[in-house]
């Protein structure tokens, strides 16, 4: 047997010896007791009803049920323990069962049993009282908190269940993250290496054209050597950032460590015809912004070197302080106009520039142009993020596609997150109806139960004629004599055979309960008047 099976077991058991403890304490107390109604039938009832509990509540709140309408039949008073039975498993039927319309069915099928069988026994006014009152009480406030609990129980293990589904998303999404960083390095390596080896190259092949090994050579082969030198360091960089995680990478890497001017300087030095040109004064940029003009520029060099050498280089740079951008526009040009021999682009060069572009929240158009190549592209002089994350619009690298503002590739976690809160928004809308109900139903039962419960106790309770002042009545007192003596108003609802025994001819009788105990039969009093006096006085014993 498992530990909560055995727990659960161990609970059934406390509560059957609670509810069998208190038959036979009520059963000890009962000057009239029934051995069979009293202790054999309620024994036998909380046996079966607590084991039925547990699978099948509405069963065993019928059967509790059953056993308090039995208890009306008692001539003595109504009031039975079997009612702390009754509460139990209407407790147990709210905490154990997920819907309201079929434990409402059940509770008010009890209720209507108990009725009926005070119709059919003819029961007085406590019988009734009691049905009205108290079985109510013990049907629907246990019920109520049972739900109440259920639903602060499936709350607290909804909010739980969440918390883990959020937690092991938030892994998903930082792995994202870490594996997004790191391709961001490895194409940060691809632009960096491309540009750097690729002025390497066009210079050792300048040097392998020369006919002899001259001083400029010399000079040429010391910035070749510093060059490559520069493009491994960059390469050591890179691999440690790799190995050691993104954590690692510095925040110098987020500013430009190099200028439009100094790229293009030592572009013009290794031999490549550039021309290019800066509209409007230069505005105060972010570091972010600046590296990500300084990128554009580079990789199209890059490229014209690669695909298109001989070529002629014209960069223009524009910022446009209205609409508070920068525009950069670097095209390549073959010398004498012909077929074009530009290849088009296709490699990963331009898609990893267009991914940035698109994060800074700018665009990027490139394509054929001419007799040669075009790179374009449109920044914010401030880093925005992209005007819809859902989309991605990546174009390609040829056709002078646009490129779009759309997701760079990061993880799309809108989805997750909003059927999160829609669940959370569920449990906790069912969670405050369960509330509301616990206070809406016993009103809505006050207010059709109690104008009427309250009406008979209060008859109950002003019809009351205590026995020292009944010794006190003598037979042949005027009203006006005996009024300082009797209540305000007699009893209403005498039992029928109290008012079908024999009284003196020529009488009025009325009577008086001698107790104000609401849930007990008590002795009533019979006056019998004459006129004006007093003609007789009884005691009718139930």
Known sequence: MTAPAHRRLLGDLALWAALCGAHVVWFRGDPNPSVT?????????????????????????????ALCAAGLADATSPAHVAVLTLGTTSLLLGVRTAGARTPLLVLAGCLAAALAVCAVLRAGPVWWFYTLTVLPTALLLPWLAGRYRRGRTELV??????????????????ERARLTERADIAADMHDSLGHALSLAALRAGALELSPTLTARDREDLAELRGTIADAVDQLRETVTVLRTGPDALPHAAVAPADTVEALLGRAVASGVPVRWEREGPPP????????????????????????APGSTVRVRITHDHERDHTRVRVVNALPVPGPSTVRPVGGHGLAGLRE???????????????????????????????????????????????????????PHTGGSASEAARRLAQVRRSTRLRLAAAFAIPAG??????????????????????????????????RAELAELLPARPFPYPPDDARAAPRPPGTECVFYRSNGNLLAEVDLYRLCWSGLRLAAKDVLVP
Do not use: C
Not at 37 to 65: N, Q, Y
Not at 158 to 173: C, H, I, K, P
Not at 284 to 307: C, D, F, M, Q, W
């Open 445 to 478: 039962a006050a207010l059709f139960f109690v104008p009427a419960a309250v009406f008979l106790a209060y008859q109950l309770s002003t019809g009351v004629l205590a026995p020292s002042r009944y010794e006190e009545l003598h037979v042949g007192g005027t």
């Open 284 to 307: 105060a940029l972010s570091p972010l912004i600046e590296r990500g003009v300084y990128r554009v520029v580079r990789e199209a060099l890059t490229n014209a070197v690669k695909h």
């Open 356 to 410: 940035r572009v698109t994060v800074l929240g700018g665009t990027l158009w490139t394509g054929p142009f001419e007799d040669g190549f075009h790179v374009s592209a449109t920044l914010p002089h401030r880093a925005t993020p992209p005007h819809d994350a859902g989309e991605h619009d990546a174009g390609k690298d040829g056709g002078g596609q646009q490129s779009g503002t759309g997701n760079s590739g990061g």
């Open 157 to 174: 293990s909804g909010g739980w269940r969440l918390a883990r589904s959020l937690e092991e998303r938030q892994r998903f999404v930082a």
């Open 37 to 65: 109604r009293d202790l054999v039938l309620p024994l036998l009832v909380a046996t079966a009803a607590v084991p039925l509990a547990r699978h099948r509540p509405t069963a065993a709140v019928a059967l509790a049920g």
